[in-house]
């Protein structure tokens, strides 16, 4: 669900999350005009969808990274492997793609009836 934003406020979002910004609150509240002075009194206004769009693009991100991994798979001699495959985990970790774990149970009950003397036996 998202939330009835301000033009101010969607343009700081964009440029947020833009090449230019990077992220950075400040550089992002250069980049449409707002006074840097009020720059966390605007990003409070916005931090839910902040959130919601940072894990959007998370989300996005998953297709590369199990991509590169398969590319690790494939050469494992692959320069920098092991970065790869820990940013690329991380990445599917975060867009909730996690290791399954399985738990096989093997429960052994007797399955004989219990039969109780009646309530009035004397």
């Known amino acids: ?30 980049m449409i005009g707002y006074n840097k002075a009020n720059a966390m009194k605007l990003f409070r206004q916005v931090k839910d969808e902040v959130v919601r769009r940072a894990e959007e693009y998370v989300a996005l991100q998953s297709p590369k990274a199990a991509i590169r991994i398969g ?32 738990v096989e149970l093997d429960i052994k009950a007797p399955t004989g009836i219990l039969i109780l003397p009646s309530k009035d036996s004397k």
Do not use: Y
């Not at 033009?7 to 992220?23: H, P, R, T, V």
């Not at 050469?75 to 399954?100: E, H, M, Q, S, Y």
């Open 71 to 102: 590319q690790v798979l494939d050469d494992p001699a692959t320069l920098g492997a092991t970065n790869i495959l820990a940013a690329a985990n991380t990445i599917l970790d975060r867009a909730g793609i996690t290791k399954k774990d399985r």
């Open 1 to 30: 669900m998202t939330i009835k934003l301000t033009e101010i406020e969607e343009k700081f979002i964009a440029a947020l999350f833009s090449e230019e910004a990077q992220g950075n609150v400040n550089r992002a509240c250069e």
